[in-house]
């Protein structure tokens, strides 16, 4: 079946450190990949996306590259600020007909 | 710009209480779910609808009821609460499944069963 492994933390990082947040896959077919963030006391939100193998999606200083050959899709940061203190969500959308399948969430803590 | 809107944000109920979570999205969605985020669990799916007048069952049904009368409303009915039915109730929806599209969120509600 499909499913998504991402590693669930607690991260926790001083300001301005590189983040690197691990996700991998399983999926018939051709998934698109999605990565979503949750800000305390809020819902999900769209952080960057990607469609097809090797399309890197990109968003507030995001990157995460569409990996077939090794079923990955790592979220990357440069350089993380308080602001980015939040919960990470690796998600795949699979075959039409297909519920979105979640990962279990990262929370990730920026100290200043 | 409304998206999924819920309703209510905050709920407090006694066990066996029953009430009704309101979601509505006016972006033409065919797709609508109900997931429970627990801590430690991630989001866990309730139920789903593919369209008007269909819906069917995600990972953890037990004691939840929906139904989809129009396009725009998904209701989730908690028919007899318990206390293991506390959580974080999020509404989502999505243009189709199985596309390049996204999983739009509501801002969720907080329901605590004494």
């Known amino acids: 079946g499909n499913s998504v492994t991402q590693m669930e933390g607690p991260v926790t990082l001083s300001e301005e450190a590189f983040l690197t947040i691990n996700c991998t896959y399983t999926?018939?077919?051709?998934?698109?990949l999605f990565w979503y963030v949750q800000y305390p006391g809020e819902g999900l939100q769209l952080l960057l996306k990607?469609?097809?193998?090797?399309d890197k999606g990109s968003n507030k200083g995001f990157e995460a590259t569409y990996r077939k050959e090794t079923t990955s899709f790592h979220l990357e940061k440069g350089s993380v600020q308080v602001s980015d203190s939040a919960v990470y969500f690796c998600?795949?959308?699979?075959?039409?007909?297909?519920?979105?399948?979640f990962g279990p969430g990262t929370r990730l803590s920026v100290l200043p | 710009n409304a998206g999924v809107t819920q309703t209510p944000k905050f709920q407090v109920l006694k066990t066996g209480q029953s009430m009704t979570l309101q979601c509505a999205q006016d972006m033409n969605h065919e797709y609508m779910s109900w997931y429970r985020q627990d801590p430690g669990m991630g989001l866990r799916l309730i139920h789903y609808s593919v369209g008007a007048g269909i819906t069917d069952q995600g990972e953890v049904p037990n004691g939840y009821n929906v139904s989809r009368s129009t396009t725009e409303d998904f209701p989730l009915r908690l028919l007899s609460a318990a206390p293991s039915q506390t959580s974080v109730y999020f509404c989502?929806?999505?243009?189709?499944?199985?596309?390049?599209?996204?999983?739009?969120f509501g801002e969720g509600s907080r329901l605590t069963v004494l």
């Open positions: 998600a795949l959308s699979p075959l039409r007909g297909q519920n979105f399948v």
């Open positions: 989502a929806s999505s243009l189709v499944t199985g596309s390049t599209g996204e999983l739009f």
């Open positions: 990607a469609t097809k193998a090797d």
């Open positions: 999926a018939t077919g051709y998934p698109s």
